[in-house]
């Protein structure tokens, strides 16, 4: 790699210039910093907390979370599949790895039943991942030889391409229940849709907020923005699970409080926080 | 946490390793894009060795996959000829497929705005309201209707948009912990 060398005398370095220099933490993100170890280390306690058996409080029921048991059911009295999407984007993305959590729930289910579970992937990291996830559910579940990879396909990287390729699949396989989790656009109500006309029962999730009101307009279960993240812990109802989504819920409550407190300031014409937060 | 380390502090090392890991993760999709032609290959092959009732689609699809492949590798990824197949095949189909939401949005408006309860009749008359004020008629109707639209947009509509965009952003940020801290691990088949 070239590198370039520049020689100033210290009276040509600016003042700003001379105090970015000496920041070991990045220019606005002291405070991100900040709030991040807070959480980080509460996260931690809280969980040791759970660790050792102290009581962790209980979380809200989920009704799209409790109606999986009841869509996948609803398959095997059918006999017909059960289709998965885990949205367009890949495993960088944490709607991905939050639906991945929920493939291997559905997996599990769908190997203790022995319901055909179709997924139909978008990017090719996901293929491999979900394929990796499914056969492990299988082997969990002991049903090696129930697992088909011929069921996990990869269909294209192109959104309507893919959009086009899950609709004909959910209508010539005549899925009896669609799971859509994960990070979807506009090809969300494309899916929900097809899924409606098929009379598929439908559970959906995602944290798109413009997509959202697709979803609960088409589907019989929607999972909105945070519950997605939840439903690893939900299903599991681990206490060091469950203990994340309590410490979550103070963050939100803190947060809150900040939004608050800093209306207050700035109707008051006070600066003071929202200067705060941009250090 | 090298990213992580990378977003927060001015660490040259740290960025330097987080751009190196960016090009690992840029090749790995594109070695991984074989995985994905050996996946379709592999299922649609199966359908037209077993005579399967639609195997002719399987063959329409691989012919289309290898056509196209090949015009990319002989004719270059910017050549006229994947530019010919972009514009005249690619493009229109998605455009095909995206205009069909119009009639999506429709059939699924039609049963969300059913006046089922109290909370179905306020989303219907809030859609009316708004749909109005977006259309030239709303405005010769009344004045206020493009008004009311405006707030109902930017005030109810912003603050739970906001609303769900704070508790996904912390639910995102929870569950990247857990799997730092290795105490999610679903993902990767565990409990």
Known sequence: ?279 | MIYAIAYYFTIPVAKTIKSTLDNWFLIIGAVGCMLGVINLTRIHARNISLKRPTYWRSILLLVCVYVTMGVGVFGGHQGPGLEYIYNNIIVPLDGTMYSILVFYIGSASYRAFRAKNFESTLLLVAGVIVMLGQAPIGAVISSAIPKASSWILDVPNTAGMRGIILGASIGAVSQALRILLGIERRHLGGE
């Open chain 1, 1 to 279: 790699m070239p590198y370039t060398y520049q020689c100033r005398e210290p009276s040509q370095i600016s003042e700003h210039e001379r105090r970015i220099n000496l920041k070991v933490i990045a220019e606005g993100q002291i405070m991100a910093f900040v709030t991040q170890l807070v959480f980080c280390v509460v996260l931690i306690l809280y969980i040791n907390r759970a660790k050792t058996g102290k009581k962790v409080p209980s979380i809200r029921r989920v009704s799209g979370l409790d109606a999986l048991d009841e869509a996948i059911g609803r398959a095997t009295e059918m006999g017909r599949p059960v289709h998965f999407s885990p949205g367009i984007s890949d495993v960088n993305e944490a709607q991905t790895m939050a639906s991945m959590a929920i493939l291997d729930y559905v997996a599990r289910k769908c190997a203790r039943n022995d319901v055909p579970l179709i997924v139909s992937n978008n990017k090719v990291l996901v293929q491999a991942l979900s394929e990796e996830i499914v056969k492990n559910a299988y082997m969990v579940e002991n049903r090696p030889d129930a697992f088909n990879p011929d069921n996990i396909r990869f269909l294209t990287d192109n959104q309507f391409g893919y959009a086009t390729g899950v609709t004909g699949i959910m209508r010539r396989e005549k899925i009896a229940t669609n799971i859509a989790i994960g990070a979807f656009w506009a090809e969300s109500l494309i899916f929900a849709q097809t899924g409606y006309e098929i009379g598929a029962v439908q559970i959906a999730g995602t944290a798109n907020t413009h997509q959202i009101p697709f979803f609960v307009a088409a589907c019989d279960y929607c999972l909105i923005g945070e519950e997605i993240y939840a439903a690893s812990a939900y299903i599991s109802e681990e206490p060091v699970l469950v203990a994340s989504l309590i410490v979550a819920d103070f963050v939100k409550i803190a947060m809150i409080a900040v939004m608050i407190v800093g209306s207050v300031f700035m109707f008051s014409g006070s600066s003071f926080l929202v200067d705060l937060l941009k250090i």
